[in-house]
């Protein structure tokens, strides 16, 4: 069973992701135009996982896409979720997309990593040049 939270073998290092949506190209759309998604289904996760990176070269890259059957709007998921208690049942897809493909996916991208066990996580911070 998974849980919806970055991993990976040893964590040396932890932090956080945000993305803004492009509304020209999603990865529901995406889905849905390569006939991936079945009726009735909504999306609700995404990972990407990129591993055994060795010797310089870029080793695989796996997005996941985690689509829940219900509802297909915003809030009318929301509430279903909230009513779910334990794991949430999903149907989740493998896709082979390039690291620049699943980036082009959103308007802007950021992630934060910060070394584990420093509590640097929403910290705020004064940087000189």
């Known amino acids: 069973m998974g849980h919806f939270k970055a991993s990976v ?17 999603t990865l529901s759309s995406y889905l849905e135009t390569k006939g991936l998604t079945k009726p009735g289904e909504f ?3 995404m990972s990407l996982w990129v591993g055994e990176n060795h010797g310089g070269e870029l080793g695989s890259i796996i997005v996941r896409a985690f689509l829940f059957d219900g509802p ?5 998921v929301r509430m279903a979720l909230a009513n779910i ?10 896709l ?14 950021d992630i934060v990593l910060t ?15």
Request: charged letters at 30%; hydrophobic letters at 40%; zero cysteines.
């Open 43 to 45: 999306l609700i996760a």
């Open 85 to 94: 208690s334990g794991a949430i049942p999903v149907r989740a897809i493998d």
């Open 96 to 109: 082979t997309l390039t690291l620049e493909q699943f980036v082009l996916l959103f308007k802007r991208f």
């Open 9 to 25: 073998q040893y964590g040396d290092w932890q932090g956080t992701a945000a993305a803004d949506g492009d509304h020209a190209s």
């Open 115 to 129: 070394w584990r066990g420093l509590e640097l996580e929403d910290r705020e911070y004064s940087a000189r040049e």
């Open 72 to 76: 297909r709007d915003h809030e009318s």
